[in-house]
Nanobody, 123 residues
């Protein structure tokens, strides 16, 4: 599956931004979709993930209560609504897709990645 992420930009602290990721190919609903981020000099960090059928989403501790992941299988799209943004949310955000079992929060288990979209939160 090929992924394309978009929606990043510059936003003030406390503001909101919505990222989206579209997938090409078939059987989008069979993929677990995740969002990860990577700030300069830091490791890739788990942000959120959601199973193919939807259901209970998973979040990284640093974004719980502020971010919300959702998907629209009819449109082959997964989105990340980011609210109450903080300076430390500044990073390149990547969407990933995977199948199979394993820890949904581990980036290494994802098979496909989008190109990344930069989110910059300013004071």
């Amino acid at each position: 599956v090929q992924l394309q992420a978009f929606g990043g930009g510059l936003v003030q602290a406390g503001g909101s931004l919505r990222l989206s990721c579209t997938a090409s190919g078939r059987a989008f609903s069979s993929y677990i979709m995740g969002w990860f981020r990577q700030a300069p000099g830091k490791e890739r960090e788990f942000v959120a993930a959601i199973y193919g059928s939807g259901g209970i989403p998973y979040y990284g501790d640093s974004v719980k209560g502020r971010f919300a992941i959702s998907r629209d299988n009819a449109k082959n799209t997964v989105s990340l609504q980011m609210n109450s943004l903080k300076l430390e949310d500044t990073a390149v955000y990547y969407c990933g897709a995977r199948t199979g079992s394993g820890n949904i929060k581990e980036w290494i288990a994802y098979d496909s990645w989008g190109q990344g979209t930069l989110v910059t939160v300013s004071s």
